[in-house]
């Protein structure tokens, strides 16, 4: 496994391996490697007779006050999880190298962008779909793999992938749990001890909502049995607890077919956000 920091490097490699007439998978991230990021991995293996993992802290998708400092990394740590994996190459480039002096373009998404995580992050996914246009254009793989925890990032890509004719597979892989429920996150580093333990209630809230769910409950009932759990833990602050068409993001109704239960919470100073997504055909 190599490690490479540049676009002319990642393009000649994966020019040799279409002289093969290999197929490429590609899963972006953001580094400080866990179990939910070697699922996408060991997913993008199987399936593919090259991948690529990209570790690159994205700075673009970060707004003001928000952690892009204090974001946990960790390359050594990250390529030994990456080669135990088998993954065949990491692309770990510098800022710069991603947005050269003077960059002035960017790719921008109405609608799906509005809600839920977009509300309070509003510069988030002109960010997230730039870097990942630019993966998708450096590399050019045939799959491109996403965790279902970030489901509205994965809507969007896969939306974005739709209208801009990328000519690619978005792959959805899912959330992948600590013991304990609580979904695994790069952030749930920055939790102390007595907030890992009040963490739970994001986790307990989302068991909840997919119970009710199942059981065809009214939304709006779903929404406040969610919230009143949520606010019984002191240290919790609730961001927003939605029930949405997974496709859309628009509100839904029970009888959506795909329908995502998500919720973003602080934790202290730590957001965390989970979701469910519940088929009823």
Known sequence: MKIVKT???VRSIVKEWRKEGLTVGLVPTMGYLHEG???????AVEENDKVVVSVFVNPTQFGPNEDYEDYPRDIDKDAVLCE?????????????E?????NCSYINMTRLTDVLCGKTRPIHFKGVCTVCGKLF???????????????QQLAVIRRMVKDLNFDLTI???PIVREEDGLAKSSRNTYLNE?????????????FLGREMLEKKAPVEDIKKAMRDLIEKEPLAKIDYVEIVDMDTLLPAETEADTILCAVAVYIGKTRLIDNCIVYFN
């Not at 007595?194 to 989302?206: D, F, W």
């Open 7 to 9: 676009v002319a490097e």
């Open 37 to 43: 990021h070697q699922s996408l991995i060991k997913r």
């Open 84 to 96: 135990n994996t088998g993954a065949d190459l990491i692309f770990n480039p510098e800022p710069e």
């Open 98 to 102: 991603m947005y050269p002096e003077g």
């Open 137 to 151: 254009h450096i590399v050019g793989p045939d799959r491109a793999y996403f965790g279902e925890k970030d489901a």
């Open 171 to 173: 792959v959805g892989c």
């Open 194 to 206: 007595k907030e890992r333990v009040a963490a739970l209630v994001v986790s307990k809230s989302i």
